[in-house]
């Protein structure tokens, strides 16, 4: 008697779904299988078995590698683009004023994760991070071959600063 007194109370020795040498008294709120422990996901909407509880991933970090061929022809324009303007700005009085070459940067990051995201439908992934930051470091590249990019530290503090804001708009 005292033993019968000592067993966990189950939903009438219902059986886990894939353990049928486990008895429970769960079961998915989706399919109403019963589940162990083992077994059991949680969700946002209470306890699902393996097969309703799969994760599947957002389609904004779905990238497929037409996504990349538009955000790559997109990353050229803006690093060539953006790299002769700032190198024509750098060149010009208004780089002789105080930051404004160094504001550049800011812009260059900016535009570049703002058009690699449209080129992308909006997507976000790593691999759209590193081609924004690259664009950044592109316009950087072409600016410094038109020998107009002022070597200080301001200078590279900010273009630093828009390779992360460019990262940014694109990131996980």
Known sequence: MAEQQNKPVTAAGRRCHWHPDIETGVSCSRCNKPVCPQCMVQSPVGIRCRGCGKATPMPTFNVTPSYYARA????VAVAVVGGVVWGVINASFLGRIPFVSAAFALGVGYLAGELIS????????????WIAGGTVAAAFLITWMLRSFPFDLWGFLFLAVGIFIAVQRVRR
């Not at 790559?72 to 990353?75: D, H």
């Not at 080129?119 to 691999?127: E, F, L």
């Open 72 to 75: 790559l022809a997109a990353a």
């Open 118 to 129: 449209l080129a992308a439908n909006r997507k976000r992934g790593t691999g759209l991070a």
